[in-house]
């Protein structure tokens, strides 16, 4: 298929969030602009309309294509954007499992056919950016630098790809100089490398002091998340550290990585409070501290962390509500920590909604009232 054909689709018989996809095409061929200005609006215009908060849409596996075409244009300008356009849609869902999981009414799904069809467009979506793996491929290998580190970010997605996957990704990642494409790989393999796997010890190898900061920090994030509670001992020092140091330069070259979603230090606190229990409570310190400094969805990223550590999951605490008697000292604290957060407030419905979950007050008020009662 070339790009050419995109006009040979019936687009106004297609959907996508916002209605017909009749402007699809002038969308995905707004991409070739030589202006910057222009390129960004399309763009945006495609994270509504073939993509809207993490759902896909009849429109969205036509479109596919002719995106992938786009990344074997030579005239195409950042591609690198292409490529993280194409790892969101292979992981869409069904509208209807989003609005499912966010409790959205039926009205909000009103011309929308029925379940079975949606998800068969999450499904041909997902397949149809699979096809495209060969030039993920081929970009990793001689593409332009954000070209190379954007291509390990979609080739993520294919976890049922991972044997095949693996050893070129390892091979890449050999040959490869930069460290923001090599800690973008390693990203990569810590989705498709399993715990024991024969590639764990070379990612263990990349966590070595004679490598960038960078790739030490991916390669113990990757670790981290392959082996849990397996992790070795100097892999959690590491993402302690992580925690413990504000590291203005690792934390820029990690907002360089399509895998950024947030600081470095709130991704690196949720993984703390997986990789074991007494792990967890070893960085308590240095998960408060990352709390202080944090703001905004960070710090409710990193407040997470803190609920699960110190309190039961709230699949286990079966509704009911915590006992002022019962807090520990530690949980004291953190509610005492989270009540003077402003910044943290400022996402307040989100946070409310994590607190009641853990079966805690909602509200910095209620929070200090909670503390300041004791009943005999």
Same mark, same amino acid.
């Given at each position: ?25 002038? &969308?995905? +061929?707004? =991409?070739? *602009?030589?202006? #910057? /200005?222009?390129? @960004?609006? $399309? ?37 690198? &954007?292409? +490529?993280? =356009?194409? *790892?969101?849609? #292979? /992981?869409?869902? @069904?509208? $209807? ?41 081929? =970009? ?237």
């Amino acid at each position: 298929m070339q790009l050419d054909d995109i006009f040979r689709i019936d687009w106004r018989n297609l959907t996508h969030a916002l209605g017909a996809a009749e402007d699809v095409p002038q &969308q995905i +061929l707004g =991409l070739m *602009s030589d202006k #910057a /200005s222009a390129r @960004a609006q $399309v763009l945006n215009q495609l994270y509504s309309t073939i993509w809207h908060e993490g759902m896909v849409f009849e429109a969205t596996a036509y479109a596919v294509p002719f995106l992938i075409q786009l990344l074997e244009h030579p005239n195409v300008q950042e591609k690198d &954007q292409v +490529l993280v =356009l194409l *790892s969101n849609l #292979a /992981s869409g869902q @069904a509208p $209807v499992d989003v609005m499912s999981s966010t409790k959205e009414s039926g009205q909000e799904q009103a011309g929308l056919p029925n379940a079975a069809t949606q998800r068969r467009w999450a499904y041909d979506t997902y397949k149809t950016v699979m096809r495209g793996i060969s030039v993920f491929i081929r =970009l990793l290998e001689k593409g332009k630098l954000e070209e190379r580190i954007a291509a390990p970010y979609v080739l993520s997605c294919f976890d049922s790809e991972a044997d095949k996957l693996t050893p070129i990704l390892i091979s890449m990642l050999k040959k490869e100089q930069d460290p923001s494409v090599q800690g973008s790989i390693l990203m990569c393999l810590g989705t498709f490398v399993s715990s024991g796997s024969k590639y764990e010890s070379v990612l263990l190898s990349y966590a070595e002091a004679k490598h960038p900061r960078i790739v030490r920090a991916m390669a113990a994030l990757a670790v981290g998340r392959i082996s849990l509670e397996r992790s070795p001992t100097f892999i959690v020092r590491m993402l302690i550290d992580i925690l413990n140091h504000d590291d203005s330069n690792l934390e820029t070259a990690y907002q360089r990585l399509p895998w950024a979603n947030g600081s470095l230090a709130a991704n690196t606190a949720l993984l703390v409070c997986v990789v074991g229990e007494e792990h967890a409570r070893w960085a308590y310190p240095d998960l408060m501290r990352a709390l202080t400094y944090a703001d905004g969805r960070n710090a409710q990223m990193i407040l997470q962390a803190l609920l699960l550590t110190l309190f039961p999951e709230p699949s286990q605490n079966n509704g009911e509500t915590v006992s002022r008697n019962s807090l520990s000292a530690r949980q004291f604290d953190l509610l005492d920590a989270v009540a003077n957060h402003d910044s943290l407030w400022a996402r307040n419905f989100e946070v409310s909604a994590q607190l009641r979950s853990f079966g805690l007050p909602d509200w910095p008020e209620k929070i200090q009232t909670f503390l300041a009662r004791r009943t005999t």
